[in-house]
């Protein structure tokens, strides 16, 4: 398994690369931050209870002006604990916005009177509901302070979870940019956001300010009008990589982290050096090292972890505990120092490796999950028109479009790819999609795994259809172009 090494994290060089990224980037825009008075008074403590998938907890906050904005401070219970942790604090007229940035979690709400409601989640999507609250103090108003220019790393020492700049929405539609410049391949945990009303330089800025203690390496270059901004703060065995750029009157960045957690005969860490969404249950008492997450669908883990304990008893947990939760393995290897299972349960599948301590490298047990999660989301991960009718209660996960049409002999061509994933079994949604196209074109053809269809009344217009099947849900590929004289 490959480790990264932070020592040679080269962030700052990779601005001579990022002239390739222009070239793929048209209608550049520069929008600065804003911000404005607001005579409401949100100072002082707050209460009051959250809900989520894993049950109901209590919060408590307490907000301080500081200049022109506000600063906070907050204390959670189960399911979700936190105590005296910083947020950062917005409001635009009656509505809040609250930050939990080690953690990605945005509260946002609005205020009437001494109540205030609304909706929580993780940036990551990985749970949320409905929060509400009163103003005063109960039995968990944070007691720690928190003053201007102390911030969540002041408080904390360390970065555990990436911070997220407070109103970005994570988003995979970059991605390819960052593996084009080499940025992505460098850290073990890597996400791409963007963000309205910010500029490069706010979002670089405000990382900044939430690495105290870190070695910084910051800088800016500009290219055909585009501003592109980095990042680069290091401590010990972190490292933690920022580039912004601007993009259709929006800001795009990428965060990503590296750690090296075993050096030369290195012993196991006390605490967990890296964190996330865990699909998986961990074994019992062990650390996470390092954390990976790809993809919308299928999402792709990769989680390296650490025990003290044996690895044949490590791997002997895992397999009875996979099998009583209805996993089935489908292969199994080992050897006089690791262990290989791979486990399948419908559309998903976990690869674990297990690998005694090596002499000169590390003291510990390690163990490598490797998740590949083909689950049916609740929702659109992605957001585009449809180029064709929907089938019902399908869900988008990808979404392309030309930027702007292009011409071809003399006419406007536009050319859309959307993905779904459809919530029955294949033959009846091919079916569907046969019959929809019947009566929308004059010519369609099908083999068994795609249809085609075309028609040329002054709009010539192609479809290509390609069709996945899964045990509960069938992918659905549809490639769109249209032209106009």
Do not use: C
């Amino acid at each position: 398994m490959m480790k990264m090494n932070i020592k040679k994290l080269g962030i700052l060089p990779l601005l001579a690369v990022l002239v390739i990224v222009v070239v793929l980037i048209s209608g550049w825009t520069k929008k600065q931050s804003t911000s404005g008075s607001n005579s409401l008074d949100i100072t002082g403590a707050w209460h009051g209870t959250y809900k989520s998938a894993r049950g109901n907890g209590e919060w408590s906050w307490v907000i301080k002006k500081s200049g022109n904005e506000y600063i906070g401070i907050l204390t959670t219970t189960e399911p979700y604990n936190g105590e005296n942790v910083p947020i950062s604090v917005t409001l635009e007229g009656n509505k809040i916005t609250v930050g939990w940035v080690a953690a990605g979690v945005v509260f946002e709400g609005t205020i009437s009177g001494d109540k205030m409601s609304g909706k929580w989640k993780f940036q990551n999507g990985m749970d949320g509901g409905n929060w509400q609250g009163v103003r005063g103090k109960s039995s968990i108003t944070p007691k720690g302070t928190l003053v201007a220019g102390q911030t969540a790393q002041n408080l904390s020492g360390e970065v555990n979870s990436l911070p997220i700049y407070p109103g970005s929405q994570e988003s995979g539609q970059y991605n390819m940019w960052a593996t084009i410049t080499g940025f992505s391949s460098q850290f073990s945990e890597f996400h791409t956001y963007v963000v309205k009303d910010a500029s490069p330089i706010d979002v670089i800025n405000w990382y900044k300010s939430q690495f105290s203690g870190y070695t910084i390496d910051q800088g800016t270059t500009n290219a055909q009008g585009a501003t592109f901004a980095t990042l680069s703060v290091k401590k010990r065995n972190i490292g933690i990589g920022i580039m912004a750029f601007e993009q259709e009157g929006k800001t795009v960045y990428f965060v990503g982290k590296a750690i090296m957690p075993e050096e030369e005969g290195a012993s196991l860490p006390n605490r967990d050096m890296a964190s996330g969404e865990e699909p998986l249950q961990r074994y019992p008492g062990s650390v996470m090292l390092v954390y990976t997450k790809q993809g919308n669908f299928p999402i792709d883990y990769e989680i390296t972890y650490g025990t003290n304990d044996a690895y044949d008893k490590v791997a002997d947990w895992f397999k009875r505990t996979l099998q009583s939760q209805r996993w089935n393995v489908t292969y199994q290897s080992g050897s006089s120092d690791s262990v290989e299972l791979v486990f399948k349960k419908d559309d998903d599948e976990v690869t674990i490796w297990v690998g005694a301590p090596a002499a000169g490298d590390r003291s510990y047990t390690e163990i490598t999950v490797s998740y590949t999660k083909r689950s049916l989301p609740d929702h659109d991960l992605v957001e585009g028109k449809d180029p064709l009718p929907r089938y019902p209660g399908a869900v988008m996960i990808d979404y392309q479009e030309l930027s702007s049409p292009i011409t071809y002999q003399g006419r406007a061509l536009t050319e859309i790819k959307a993905e779904y994933l459809a919530p029955d079994k294949f033959s009846k949604v091919k079916k569907w999609y046969r019959n929809q196209l019947n009566q929308m074109f004059s010519s369609v053809l099908e083999d068994k795994y795609s249809i085609e269809a075309g028609q040329i009344k002054g709009t010539m217009v192609t479809v290509h259809i390609e069709f996945t099947k899964y045990s509960k849900f069938t992918e659905v590929r549809i490639d769109y172009s249209s032209s106009e004289k």
